[in-house]
């Protein structure tokens, strides 16, 4: 790959298109916090179950004529009965169970989901029709994609919204205070079980949106979001896994970096990006081993 | 009158390990009852048996209806309202977002609103730190922030689990202060967990004492004060 003369228009088209990306990023990891945070455990399986909830939106879409934003919003909803189920019926039974077990639970979703996408919708690559027309917007020069765009903004919509949630509402908070101290919050009457499912239920609505932003780019499949799992992975490890905040920093600066040192270092190119994003990672992680946004240690004051 | 809170003949164990071997105690409404007794005499355990959070054999009556198997969250809807040991409080929550929790079972928006006024009428000092993290309290302010909680649920009754557990001796008299306070200007109902007699039985109607697993002493506080065994093995004279 030859490496391009560098032009500011190319350079703003690419800070665009690695945010957006590493929105995709961000809401899954976030995803990936959320049920950490609720369940502590690390659901491998989220990739798959946003896309699961993709083809729901894409069976919407090309085989009932709905168009885009109605799907989209039908299948937050589907995507987050899902989640709530798949914790209640799947997940419970092991909540007290050891890690290692909860582990190996979360994968066998990962191959149940897999298998259930092929053989429900086949193994074939299917056009997913997003919102946003590939016609870019000419802003003083730069043609920036109108679909780009439309992901960081949806992104943004929809994290500001949970952030909103568990910020103000009763229900958010008895949540997050279900997360912190299950047996004080039952005292304080809250049905605790009904919280985690609850937070099984956002992450997947999270990952529903991560895999209906992404689906127009890379085209409809049964393995669509596994590598950017790996990505999500990393963004929440890399913001500190309990931080919703780190998450989505995390996601932004790793699309960000991967994009631009895909496009400006000539020896890494497309080969190499992960491989590099991933030593940096190593090398944040020997430096602040709780992550860029890691719990802090609380003082009294 | 019925009491609010009866206990009759109650077990509780932990595995193999019985904690409670036959406890009965009542509580009337508008009472401040105590419960004495060293470490390990079943204390905790008779409150978290009340609350639902350790299954037992035996009787508990809350307000007229057995309870025995109704869980914390019921309990709490019916009025309980229970400071744990170690006071339960969410250390990540700022103050403010504590005290709400207390109102979590509360439907009327607008009575939540005054009794969190009013919490802060006992406590000024919540007011303006309010948005702290309730981690940074010291230990007395982390101790009255689970009592204004408890508050806010608007209980029928009350239970505080060693309220002076880690703290000064000022910071534990102005605890009971409140407690005494809120019985005699509310009629609030109260079964206090305690190893401080000295206090208890000074701010308490009625006192148990347990021994291993079994009340072993009852009677009025002013009877307990004077008694020669409770004298000895819990006032230290």
């Known amino acids: 790959m030859l490496p391009l003369a560098f032009t500011w228009s190319d350079f703003f088209q690419q800070v665009v298109f690695g945010l957006a990306i590493g929105a995709v990023y961000a809401s899954l990891a976030l995803a990936i916090v959320l049920i950490y945070r609720t369940t502590h455990v690390v ?11 993709t083809y729901i939106a894409w069976t919407l879409t ?16 589907i995507a987050f009965g899902l989640g709530a189920a798949t914790e209640r019926v799947i997940i419970r039974p092991f909540e007290r169970g050891d890690p290692l077990t909860l582990i190996l639970v979360t994968i066998a979703l990962f191959v149940i989901f897999n298998g259930l996408i092929q053989w429900i919708w086949g193994p074939e690559q299917k056009v997913f029709l997003g919102a946003f027309t590939p ?4 802003i003083g020069g730069v043609a920036i994609s109108r679909q780009d765009v439309g992901v960081i903004v949806v992104t943004l919509i929809t994290v500001t919204v949970l952030w909103l949630f568990f910020r103000f509402t009763k229900l958010g908070l008895a949540m997050r205070a279900a997360a912190i101290a299950p047996v004080a919050s039952r005292l304080m009457g809250v049905r605790v079980g009904w919280m985690y499912a609850a937070g099984w239920g956002f992450a997947a609505s999270l990952g529903a949106v991560s895999g209906m932003m992404v689906a127009p780019v890379v085209s409809l499949s049964p393995s669509m979001l596994q590598s950017v799992l790996v990505y999500a992975f990393a963004a929440a490890v890399l913001g500190g896994i309990e931080s919703p905040v780190g998450a989505v920093v ?7 970096a991967t994009t631009l040192l895909g496009a400006y270092v000539s020896f890494i190119g497309v080969d190499l990006e992960l491989p590099v994003a991933f030593s940096v990672l190593i090398l944040v992680l020997l430096f602040r081993p709780a992550g860029l946004l890691g719990r802090q240690v609380l003082r009294r004051v | 009158m019925a009491p609010l809170l009866e206990l009759r003949g109650v077990q509780a164990r932990y595995g193999p390990i019985v904690a409670l071997h036959d406890v009965s105690i009542t509580v009337g409404e508008g009472e401040v009852v105590a419960l004495l007794g060293a470490n390990g005499a079943g204390k905790t355990t008779t409150l978290r048996a009340i609350s639902g959070l350790v299954s037992t054999t035996g009787e508990v009556v809350y307000a007229g209806s057995q309870v025995r ?19 339960g409080l969410f250390p990540e929550l700022t103050v403010w977002e504590n005290l709400r929790m207390g109102a979590y079972v509360r439907r009327d928006r607008r009575g939540v609103k005054t009794d969190l006024d009013r919490a802060v009428e006992h406590f000024p000092w919540i007011r303006e730190r309010r948005h702290q993290h309730a981690a940074t309290l010291s230990g007395g302010e982390q101790q009255m922030l689970a009592v204004a909680r408890a508050l806010v649920a608007r209980p029928r009754l009350l239970m505080l689990d060693e309220p002076s557990l880690g703290l000064a001796p000022l910071v ?6 409140v407690v005494h306070e809120l019985n005699e200007q509310e009629g609030l109902t109260v079964l206090v967990v305690e190893q401080n007699a000295q206090i208890a039985l000074t701010v308490s109607h009625r006192a148990y004492v ?4 079994r009340v072993a002493v009852e009677g009025s506080s002013a009877e307990l004060r004077e008694h020669e065994g409770v004298r000895r093995s819990y006032l230290g004279y």
């Open chain 1, 43 to 53: 659901n491998f399986a989220q990739g798959e179950m946003a896309t699961f909830t």
């Open chain 1, 62 to 77: 090309a085989n009932h004529g709905w168009s885009f934003w109605p799907a989209f919003f039908a299948t937050i909803v």
């Open chain 1, 135 to 138: 016609k870019p917007f000419d």
């Open chain 1, 250 to 256: 995390g996601g932004l600066l790793l699309g960000l």
């Open chain 2, 69 to 87: 198997r109704a869980t914390p969250e019921r309990l709490a809807r019916l009025g309980l309202a229970h400071v744990p040991e170690g006071r």
């Open chain 2, 172 to 177: 534990t008299q102005e605890v009971f202060r």
């Open chain 2, 210 to 213: 347990l021994e291993v697993g």
